[in-house]
């Protein structure tokens, strides 16, 4: 209990005189999760719209993959990941490993599945609701697409906003390609474990506060844009 | 100018569900002008009728001829449903929609819409979404969304089967104008009233095929069938 609040207090100090490491790590987490959210988005939420309407051979199969990948081991992806980037692999020439795009790639690979996956599902409803209204419109599988992604935005949103659940607080992909370099690649997860296996659970549980803070804000601020859970909004 | 669709023809249109037929086969023509009623009871196949001289039911045999290519009679066609269905969007976005899928411009495609909105007297309501409309505003929308790109012919299927006599008689209205206006109108309904009132021809269903097809007067004069007879004195038809 005394170490919880240690922690708060802790965190309560570090945020209270704008800790310089702790303002470039938190910055450094938003930035490698939001680029992450944006590319995973940009590809799950139109994959799923269009997994929603198009009908095809394994369409079943593809469906249940990708709600199996949802659970994707992030240490197993890190790995993978890892051995792609690293100098003997095939994308060793980039350089790209131990860097913050290496640790975006990773996300963007354990968060795709599960903004898709649950973008789908959003859009099959709306899918049902529109299908006999935009096949007598003679739209294109384009303007559909298109009309059921701005249509769903709400829900759509709460698909990108698990997404970003899921990357902050994501640790052990990251930790291999990213390495927890200070001043580098160090983020709020990776310098929790860090303190952590330094023994220094105040500080540790400091920044864990300061990471729910966060992740907290981020949802509050969109919910508050997307103007969700307002009357007559959806 | 725009090249006319109509005359269609349907020759031995036959649709099924899991095996079993729901319609036909039937025969049937439609021409440049008027109004068609479809009557039947529940199940006689009116809505599958519609639905397959839309393209919406895909048909197991017979065929469609419009005087175009399919793509371009699709074009030209609009549907309106017994349920009407409301993007979840404003009113104005719900009008508009149409025509911005037609590539007409943000400017124009709104001007319309609110010049429909007037047309049907929901105006008031532009800014507000769609969905918490009442049933026959919602239907009024429906029919107007419909019309906005002037189709050449209009299916309704009982778009007045849950409304209230005064929204039944602006939905008439609407549709009067439509029809002198030149769009050709193709509508199911249970209503024989609301048949009498509208309808140039009839065509009567039942258990998925066209019993009797005659024009208007002709059909409540004194109908060729015994089963549109009943229907016509209010007995119950089965």
Redesign the interface.
């Known amino acids: 209990m005394g170490e919880i609040w240690e922690g708060l207090v802790a965190g309560f100090w570090l945020v209270i005189t704008l800790d310089a490491d702790l303002v470039a790590i938190t910055l450094r987490s938003l930035h490698v999760t939001l680029t992450a959210v944006m590319i995973a988005s940009a590809i799950g939420l139109p994959f799923g719209a269009w997994l929603a309407i198009q009908r095809f051979r394994h369409r079943r199969a593809t469906i249940a993959l990708l709600n199996a990948l949802m659970g994707l081991p992030p240490v197993v992806v890190g790995l993978i990941v890892y051995l792609l980037l690293s100098r003997s692999g095939p994308f060793g020439v980039f350089g790209l490993l131990f860097t913050p795009t290496a640790m975006i790639i990773a996300q963007v690979i354990i968060i795709t599945p599960l903004i898709a996956s649950i973008a789908h599902q959003a859009i099959r409803d ?1 899918w049902a ?2 299908h ?2 935009l ?5 294109s599988k384009w ?1 559909r697409i298109k ?1 059921l992604l701005w ?2 935005r709400r829900a759509l949103m709460t698909a990108s906003l698990a997404g970003f659940g899921r990357a902050i607080g994501e640790v052990g992909a990251i930790m291999i390609v990213g390495g927890n370099i200070d001043n580098a690649t160090r983020v709020l997860t990776t310098a929790i474990a860090l303190e952590t296996g330094k023994g220094d659970f105040a500080l540790a549980l400091g920044l864990g506060f300061i990471l729910i803070g966060l992740a907290v804000t981020v949802n509050l601020v969109i919910h508050t844009i997307g103007q969700t859970e307002r009357e ?3 | 100018m725009v090249t006319p669709i109509l005359p269609m023809t349907l020759q031995g249109g036959v649709v099924k569900r899991r095996g079993k037929t729901v319609l036909g086969p039937v025969d049937l023509t439609v021409s440049m002008r008027g109004f068609t009623i479809f009557l039947g009871p529940n199940g006689s196949g009116k809505t599958t009728l519609l639905r397959a001289l ?3 039911e895909r048909l197991a045999t017979g065929q469609i001829a419009w005087q175009v290519p399919l ?1 371009q009679a ?2 030209e ?3 309106v ?1 017994q349920t009407p ?1 409301m ?3 404003s009113v104005r976005d719900n009008l508009a ?2 025509l911005r ?1 037609n590539g007409t411009s943000k400017a124009q495609a709104t001007a319309a819409a609110e010049d429909w909105a007037e047309r049907i007297g929901l105006s008031q309501f532009l800014d ?2 769609a969905p ?1 409309l009442s049933g026959g505003e919602k239907q009024k929308l429906a029919l107007a969304r419909a019309l906005i790109r002037t189709p050449q012919i209009l299916f309704l299927d009982e778009p007045c089967a849950n409304l209230d006599g005064r929204a039944t008689r602006e939905i008439e209205t609407i549709l009067k104008d439509a029809q002198a206006s030149g769009t050709r109108i193709l509508m199911a309904t249970h209503d024989i009233g609301q048949a009498k009132r509208l309808a140039d021809e009839v065509v009567f269903l039942m258990h998925g095929k066209i019993i009797e097809s005659a024009a208007a007067a002709t059909f409540f004069a004194g109908p060729a069938s015994p089963q549109a007879a009943q229907l016509l004195k209010g007995d119950i038809v089965e």
Do not use: C, N
Request: proline fraction near 5%; charged fraction near 15%.
């Open positions: 709306v609701e529109y006999d209204l096949l007598s419109l003679s739209t303007q009309t249509d769903g007559g909004k959806w | 839309h393209g919406l793509a699709q074009l066609q609009a549907f449903f269905i993007m979840r969007r929609y149409p899928l507000q979404p918490q």
